[in-house]
Structures are given as structure tokens and as C-alpha cells.
């Protein structure tokens, strides 16, 4: 099977009508209309086999989740996912392969009405590279340097357990269920949701410590995290609390969103957690100052150690 054949293959399996797509794949490029008042966001992510993902990974997981890190990209910004771009770089042209990645990176794309509309496929290393492209209204982009002194710190779903599968898969440990790692949720109506009402936003990906920290640098302001709040998955239930807490503080590859949100707006929460059937957890607040400082319940600081968790991204 040739180059072009795959993209038949692609283009075949991914043919839908979309949204202001005026011409999709199979010219030179895509064309694609952005609605009056509305402004055009973009995100784009790399995966490489054995960085970005383990090397067992499933192709379907895989299509799964690279689309699904970019999408989480654009909720972090309040977007509305429209299209996507996929460029694919495979070790050889493998039909059955591509089957399987296209019918993962598929069924996460029909969920949030997006649209593939063109790519590349060329010979070399397993690497798949996304193009994710969403709609906001002008001016209504959350962004990380909009947190202001005062506001809540809040989460969505749980947070390190897709730390604590990939260490175990490291370790050689089996792991039955690996959807936290290998198939994350981005939460996409939860972004949209948040516009004009949180002030600043990020996904988790590289942990919390970490993108938590991309938002106090942005907005010049520090930040109180109670750790006996952080909301526990499965995965972590049975682990001692200061095992827990690293792994909730510095594990990466939730791709949650954690969003900042006056307290004026806190009766939201109720609101978009039924709307949504999603877990919103506040977890502290934003202060003046620089740093985060973690506390437990009964006011004792807790001083994370940095887990010595090899991540797979932990490069970007
Ligand atoms: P060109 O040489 O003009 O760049 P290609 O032969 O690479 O065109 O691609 C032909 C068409 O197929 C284009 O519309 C392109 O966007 C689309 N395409 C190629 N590879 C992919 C892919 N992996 N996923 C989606 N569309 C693809
Ligand atoms: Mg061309």
C-alpha cells in the first residue's frame, strides 16, 4: 500500500460534513470559514512512540489521545473544537494500523463535532503530530495571565492518576485499566462553560505543581493549595496520603482543566457540575506573592519530593 492509497484509506474513514468547511481533504489545503465576531484558536502537539506514549500503546489509544491532548489544549483556552489536521509519520504503510488509529482518533473527534480536514502521511519513525482548530467569541479567550488575588482554585475530575499507571507500567507492572493514561477526557464543555465566568485556565499535563505554576508566572500572583482536597482517582485509593500527594502534586497526563474563579462565581460550580456530571473540586486559592505553597487540612505544610517518575513529556 502506497502514500496515497493511506489517504484514501484516511480520507475514506474521516469523511464527514463539518461545520465551516468549505473544502476538506483532497486539494492542496483545507478551506474554512470562522464565524463574524468569532476568533480563530489553535494548538498543536506532537506524539512520539516511546515519549509521549508506552510502545505497547494500542493504535486506537493512540489516535485517541492525540487528538484528545490537543482538544484539551483548545478547552484550556474556552474554545469550541471545530477542525483538525493530522500529519502521520509511520515506519511503513500499514493499513491495519491506520484502521485502528483513525477509528480512536474518530470516535473522540464525533463526540465534540470535529472535523478532520487535511494532514500529511509520510515513511519515517512512529510520530503523529495534531493540528487541533476551535472558534471563541473575540475577547472571551481564557487565558493564564487573568488570575486575580482572591479567586478559587478549582479542578475538574481527579487528578494523578495517569502519573501513578504509567509508573506501574514502568515498573513493569501489569495494569488492566489504563484509560487515565492512555485514553484522557478533554474537557471541552467545561472550557466553553468557564468563559466570563473563571478568570484564567490551563490543562494538566505536565502536573499540577508545574501548570499551576505557568499561571502564577503569567498573572504575578501565588497560590495556597490545601492537599487533603485534591480529588483522589481510583488508581490512588489505596496509597499512603504523602505517596498520594506527589503523585496528585507532580504527576502528569490528566489533562484536566485547573481554572481560577472569583469567588463571587463559586455558585457555578453546582451548576456546571450537574450540567456537565463532572467532578469541580476547589483546592485553594490565589494570593498575592510568588509560589505555591502546599498545606494539609490541619494547617502543616507539605513539601512535595519530586518523584523520580521518568514522564514521557517531559520535554515539552
Ligand atoms: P500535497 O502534496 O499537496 O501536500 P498530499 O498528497 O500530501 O498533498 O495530500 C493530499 C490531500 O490529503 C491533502 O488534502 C491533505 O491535506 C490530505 N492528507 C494527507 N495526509 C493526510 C492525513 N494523514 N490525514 C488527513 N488528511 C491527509
Ligand atoms: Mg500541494
Request: include cysteine; proline fraction near 4%; charged fraction near 25%.
Amino acid at each position: 500500500m502506497r502514500e496515497f492509497e493511506l489517504i484514501r484509506q484516511i480520507q475514506q474513514e474521516s469523511s464527514v460534513p463539518g461545520e465551516g468547511v468549505k473544502l476538506g481533504i483532497g486539494d492542496d489545503a483545507a478551506i474554512l470559514e470562522v464565524p463574524r465576531g468569532k476568533c480563530l484558536v489553535a494548538a498543536t502537539d506532537t506524539l512520539n512512540a516511546g515519549k509521549h506514549f508506552p510502545d505497547d500503546a494500542e493504535a486506537f489509544d493512540i489516535g485517541h489521545k492525540s487528538l484528545a491532548v490537543n482538544l484539551s489544549d483548545l478547552a484550556a483556552m474556552g474554545a469550541a473544537p471545530r477542525w483538525a489536521l493530522l500529519s502521520l509519520s509511520l515506519p511503513e504503510p500499514d493499513s491495519k494500523w491506520v484502521r485502528s488509529f483513525t477509528a480512536g482518533f474518530r470516535s473522540l473527534a464525533q463526540v465534540h463535532n470535529v472535523v478532520l480536514v487535511g494532514g500529511d502521511t509520510t515513511r519515517g519513525p512512529l510520530s503523529i503530530n495534531v493540528t487541533a482548530l476551535g472558534v471563541v467569541d473575540a475577547g472571551k479567550g481564557l487565558l493564564r495571565s487573568d488570575a486575580q488575588v482572591g479567586d478559587l482554585i478549582v479542578v475538574s475530575g481527579t487528578i494523578g492518576g495517569a502519573a501513578r499507571v504509567l509508573d506501574l507500567l514502568q515498573s513493569g507492572t501489569s495494569v488492566r485499566d489504563r484509560e487515565l493514561l492512555d485514553r484522557p477526557q478533554p474537557r471541552v464543555r467545561l472550557g466553553q462553560a468557564l468563559t466570563g465566568y473563571a478568570n484564567a485556565c490551563i490543562d494538566l499535563s505536565d502536573g499540577l505543581l508545574a501548570d499551576l505554576g505557568h499561571i502564577l508566572e503569567a498573572s504575578d500572583c501565588a497560590a495556597q493549595i490545601d492537599v487533603s482536597t485534591l480529588p483522589v482517582p481510583k488508581e490512588l485509593q489505596n496509597l499512603e496520603e504523602h505517596e498520594r500527594w506527589n503523585y496528585q502534586l507532580a504527576g502528569g497526563d490528566d489533562y484536566e482543566l485547573l481554572f481560577t474563579l472569583p469567588a463571587k462565581n463559586k455558585g457555578m460550580l453546582d451548576q456546571w457540575r450537574e450540567q456537565l456530571n463532572l467532578n469541580l473540586t476547589v483546592i485553594g486559592q490565589i494570593e498575592e506573592g510568588e509560589g505555591v505553597q502546599c498545606h494539609t487540612a490541619d494547617g502543616e505544610i507539605f513539601k512535595p519530593v519530586r518523584p523520580g517518575f521518568e514522564h514521557f513529556s517531559d520535554l515539552d
